[in-house]
């Protein structure tokens, strides 16, 4: 059925009401793009708390830890623990620690990863006859040297296992501007190697829920997942059974949205996240 929209709503007032008891909320373009609080976003998530509703953080974004956006949140005006942010590095490491633990690593990532694995208990090392797991992520020093050790890993060697931190092609920036993200660097040894990487963590992995459900206990069938992204955010609440609400103020455009096909479009679609408090029959359903 295509979407049909309706007239926006006045800002969301005392009557407003919460429509699910969790609300999954990507950060970078639906919270926030880049530096700037997006409006109506606090407002939403003070008046969500104050219904008593579980709000998290769900980011792809694996260079950065769950305190740095709780720091960020909270410096912006939403208050918020380190406990409900949930990124791609957190799911890369829960699943380091349940398939690989103590693994010896070559992360071609940021400093934040490398960290984190270090702590988890891993080796790290650059020497292809050592390295049990390439972790391919969002690296910005990523070149030929490296791209040299991944294949000697997994092509020359042949024994390592290969994986990605998260599936997101490019960061997108304001002005339809941006930066090659941790898809680029699969495909780079992909190419190289002839090898696919065996797994991509954070959304829309369905992994990524389990790991927040069993620390939160959420039911998909009451969540809903608010983003900006179809391919990350809303395949992710299709991929899991959670209600998904696209929202219009970061990398997908109206018309974008609009020519969705059924299989991939969202249950709802909104023009600012605070469009979730409209009543439940003025939300753009599809
Ligand atoms: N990867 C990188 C490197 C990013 O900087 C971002 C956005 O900040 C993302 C992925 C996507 O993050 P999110 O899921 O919060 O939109
Ligand atoms: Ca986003």
């Known amino acids: 059925m295509p979407l049909t929209s309706t007239t926006r709503r006045e800002a969301p007032g005392r009557a407003a009401?919460?429509?699910f008891d969790t609300y999954l909320f990507d950060l970078d373009g639906t919270i926030y793009l880049g530096t700037d609080l997006l409006p109506g976003a606090a407002e939403l998530v003070s008046t969500l708390r104050a219904q008593s509703a579980r709000v998290l953080f769900v980011s792809n974004n694996p260079t950065r830890s769950p305190q740095d956006y709780a720091d960020k949140l909270t410096r912006l005006g939403i208050p918020t623990s380190h406990e409900d942010v949930y990124t791609s590095l957190v799911a890369t490491v829960a699943w380091?620690?349940?398939?690989?633990?103590?693994?010896?690593?070559?992360?071609?990532?940021?400093?934040?990863?490398?960290?984190?694995?270090?702590?988890?208990?891993?080796?790290?090392?650059?020497d292809p006859e050592?390295?049990?797991?390439?972790?391919?992520?969002?690296?910005?020093?990523?070149?030929?040297?490296?791209?040299?050790?991944?294949?000697?890993?997994?092509?020359?060697?042949?024994?390592?296992?290969?994986?990605?931190?998260?599936?997101?092609?490019?960061?997108?920036?304001?002005?339809?501007?941006?930066?090659?993200?941790?898809?680029?660097?699969?495909?780079?040894?992909?190419?190289?190697?002839?090898?696919a990487c065996e797994a991509v963590f954070g959304k829309p992995d369905p992994a990524f829920l389990e790991i927040i459900?069993?620390?939160?206990?959420?039911?998909?069938?009451?969540?809903?997942?608010?983003?900006?992204?179809?391919?990350?955010?809303?395949?992710?609440?299709?991929?899991?059974?959670m209600t998904s609400a696209l929202v219009l103020t970061g990398e997908t455009d109206r018309a974008t949205a609009l020519r969705t096909p059924a299989a991939q479009a969202p249950t709802l679609l909104l023009e600012r996240v605070d469009d979730l408090l409209q009543p439940a029959g003025h939300l753009w359903d599809v």
Do not use: W
Not at 169 to 194: H, K, M, N, Q
Not at 214 to 241: I, Q
């Open 213 to 241: 459900a069993a620390e939160t206990g959420l039911d998909p069938a009451t969540t809903v997942m608010v983003g900006d992204r179809l391919s990350t955010d809303v395949a992710f609440a299709r991929a899991t059974g």
């Open 17 to 19: 009401r919460r429509h």
């Open 130 to 195: 050592k390295i049990d797991l390439v972790v391919a992520s969002y690296d910005r020093s990523f070149d030929y040297r490296k791209l040299q050790v991944a294949f000697d890993t997994l092509f020359v060697h042949g024994r390592a296992r290969f994986v990605a931190t998260n599936p997101d092609r490019f960061c997108p920036f304001p002005g339809g501007r941006g930066e090659p993200d941790c898809a680029s660097v699969v495909a780079a040894i992909t190419a190289a190697t002839g090898v």
């Open 96 to 126: 380091v620690r349940a398939h690989a633990p103590g693994a010896t690593v070559f992360p071609i990532s940021e400093q934040p990863l490398v960290d984190a694995l270090v702590a988890e208990g891993c080796t790290i090392s650059d």
